[in-house]
């Protein structure tokens, strides 16, 4: 049995384990880690990994099922709110960075349909890398990662006649005529046309038959059927395979399944876009590198400079502020997978692009995707010291983290764990007028409490030195509602260590490990699901000195709604509908009003009247958290607003938002 591709497969994921484990030890984007995978193993370096079709194909349906998850939080209605942004800044962008770029190439003498490709080429920016970072840092949905995103999205309907172009020119030059841009033009809108078609009328009755077989593998099957035909689709006319596959993802973002479809494709999706970035790295030629240095890095410099001011120009029409133009800028500056494929073609053939000049710029453009990870990663600081502090003084994260400070100094309960038990606390709680400081370890949830105004902090409730910093020394009551005894207890030792006289009350889903419990020094040890959330509440409410009338008149209010107040939660990104039955399935959502929503300038009251059948509980602006909002509060651009009901309802109720 032949033992080389076995070789090959433990020397990547032996490189990729040790690689990514000391980037995130130091603190630097994954990304990173598998892009020095790419160029330690690939062909041009060690030549351990082959630069086959078959890893640029699998490479390549990592972005796939990048872009369809993406679409699954991105729904039509959003889609038709951010057209403005799509295809006024993408044009702007692509025009400005084009046109300088083919400028540039015109005095180096190369003819004008050359250069026209190899312009849209530099112009081009990484979906998959961009999208990829700004999702780990919780960036997507601030003003320049919505920018941002717009920007690719306009790319890879761009990428299309840039292709076309290239490849009539590679195949003898004046074949691209204007009839062949109508009928690609044609094409791609009747691609367009197929895969809504089957999102909107063929997607939710499939769904619906594969969800009530109960079997899992099936419905795993199907979701990764419905991505790659999507993807197929515009792939046979000429479209990127990534925008199918997006469009899918916003069809499916309209029907109940949607939480369950993420969950079957996260696993494929993490596994391929490793691949993906290591395909990239494997592209960096380092012996060109070395024998090229100073002409390398000085592309690699003039590209990331003159690509970064030319969007922060074309960018600045579109926002409030020269701040965000820059972090935008910065985003987009390095180069795209769209462009290297581009600039691929055109270099095999000296006649189209002269290999002194497509060389040593395709190099360039393959080490600005390297650095794209770091720029992205620090975009606000970058941006802050190009404008001389100009910017705003502090992001939204140092803003709560500094209210998380202030709060510590503080009288204040310490939430251990923020998931279905510790916000139905904190929702109690905040109603009798307590500050509560919670702590948990799911970004997702956080990033959707921090929205709408919780005070969560990310970190290990077990750490000491995290719970110096969350105030347990100023803490009122410690309550651990993480369902695993064993977790419990590490928290409550570290608790002890640092204060013995807090109460600690403690969330358990059975009677085991009440002892142990106990013995490390919990005072006491509560049941689990709504009852226990309401025998926390109580006991809490209690030692904060509530009077026992008004504590026993507030419990037999909430059990009289049915626990309304207990089912209003933000779910975590894997979470699955346990009861199909619609009973107990209210959650709450928060939704950002981008520029050109339909529900801005209107009244709570008047988007309920266009459909909107939920419970509207706050809305968020410049920081400021209002609680149950009144019929006539006017929404504005940039709100946050949350609100509660069946995930049917929130969907409905988010597309009148966004569309009206």
């Known amino acids: 049995m032949p033992t080389q591709p076995l070789t090959q497969v433990l020397a990547l994921l032996l490189a990729s384990v040790v690689v990514v484990a000391v980037a995130r030890r130091q603190g630097l984007p994954p990304t990173l880690g598998y892009l020095v995978v790419g160029l330690m193993l690939g062909p041009l370096a060690f030549g351990v990994l082959p630069d086959g079709e078959a890893t640029r194909a699998l490479a390549e349906i990592g972005v796939v099922f990048l872009l369809f998850t993406l679409g699954l939080d991105f729904l039509w209605a959003r889609m038709l709110a951010m057209r403005r942004e799509v295809f006024g800044l993408g044009t702007a962008q692509l025009l ?31 979906t998959a890398i961009v999208l990829q970072q700004l999702t780990d840092q919780s960036e997507l949905n601030r003003t320049h990662g919505r920018l941002a995103f717009a920007v690719l999205l306009f790319q890879d309907l761009a990428f299309v006649p840039l292709l076309a172009l290239a490849t009539a020119l590679v195949r003898g030059g004046g074949a691209f005529t204007g009839l062949n841009l109508v009928r690609l033009v044609v094409e791609g809108l009747l691609a367009l046309f197929v895969v809504l078609a089957i999102g909107r009328w063929l997607l939710r009755p499939v769904f619906y038959e594969i969800a009530h077989s109960r079997l899992r593998e099936l419905f795993t099957l199907t979701v990764l059927l419905v991505v790659l035909s999507c993807a197929w689709v515009t792939a046979q006319v000429g479209l990127s395979m990534a925008l199918g596959a997006f469009l899918a993802g916003m069809m499916l973002a309209e029907t109940e399944y949607r939480h369950q479809v993420e969950s079957a494709v996260r696993p494929f999706r993490e596994l391929l876009l490793g691949l993906f970035f290591i395909s990239v790295g494997m592209l960096l030629d380092l012996r060109l590198l070395y024998a090229h240095f100073l002409l390398v890095t000085g592309i690699l410099a003039l590209l990331l400079v003159a690509k970064a001011l030319l969007i922060s120009l074309a960018t600045r029409p579109f926002v409030g502020g020269t701040f965000k133009a820059v972090r935008t800028s910065i985003v987009l500056a390095g180069g795209g997978e769209f462009g290297v494929a581009l600039l691929t073609i055109l270099v095999r053939h000296d006649s189209l692009l002269p290999a002194r000049i497509g060389q040593p710029l395709l190099a360039a453009l393959v080490l600005s995707m390297v650095l794209s990870p770091l720029l992205i990663r620090y975009n606000r600081r970058i941006a802050r010291a190009l404008l001389g502090e100009r910017g705003p003084p502090a992001t939204a994260l140092e803003r709560e983290a500094e209210a998380a400070g202030a709060l510590a100094q503080r009288e204040h309960v310490v939430l251990c764990g923020f998931g279905r038990v510790g916000q139905n606390i904190a929702r109690v709680l905040e109603s009798q007028g307590f500050e509560y400081l919670a702590l948990d370890l799911d970004p997702a949830r956080i990033r959707l409490a921090r929205q709408a105004g919780d005070a969560v902090v990310y970190g290990d409730s077990a750490d000491e030195e995290l719970l110096r910093q969350v105030g347990i020394d100023k803490a009122s009551a410690v309550i651990i509602t993480f369902a695993n005894p064993a977790v419990s207890v590490g928290i409550v030792r570290a608790v002890r260590r640092l204060r013995e006289d807090v109460p600690v009350l403690v969330r358990t889903q059975d009677d085991i490990g009440l002892a142990e419990l106990a ?7 509560v049941p689990e699901t709504f009852e226990a959330s309401l025998m926390l509440v109580s006991q809490v409410l209690l030692l904060l000195n509530l009077p026992p009338p008004r504590v026993l008149r507030l419990v037999g209010d909430i059990r009289a709604s049915r626990y ?12 699955q509908v346990v009861d199909e039955t619609h009973a107990f399935r209210e959650e709450l959502r928060a939704i950002v009003l981008p520029p050109g929503a339909a529900a801005i300038g209107r009244t709570v009251d008047e988007v309920r009247g266009q459909g909107a059948d939920v419970t509207f509980t706050a809305v968020r602006r410049h920081g400021i958290t209002g609680r149950q909002p009144a019929g006539d509060t006017q929404l504005r651009d940039g709100d946050v607003v949350v609100i509660y009901g069946t995930p049917e309802a929130l969907e409905h109720a988010e597309a009148v938002l966004l569309a009206g």
């Open 96 to 126: 400005v960075v084009g046109v300088a770029a083919i400028g540039v190439l015109r005095l180096l003498g190369v003819a004008w349909a050359p250069a026209v490709v190899v312009g849209g080429a530099v112009a081009m920016s990484s």
């Open 564 to 575: 309304a107040t207990l089912r209003g939660i933000f779910r975590h990104e894997g979470a």
């Open 519 to 525: 013995e490390a020094g919990a005072t006491d040890v």
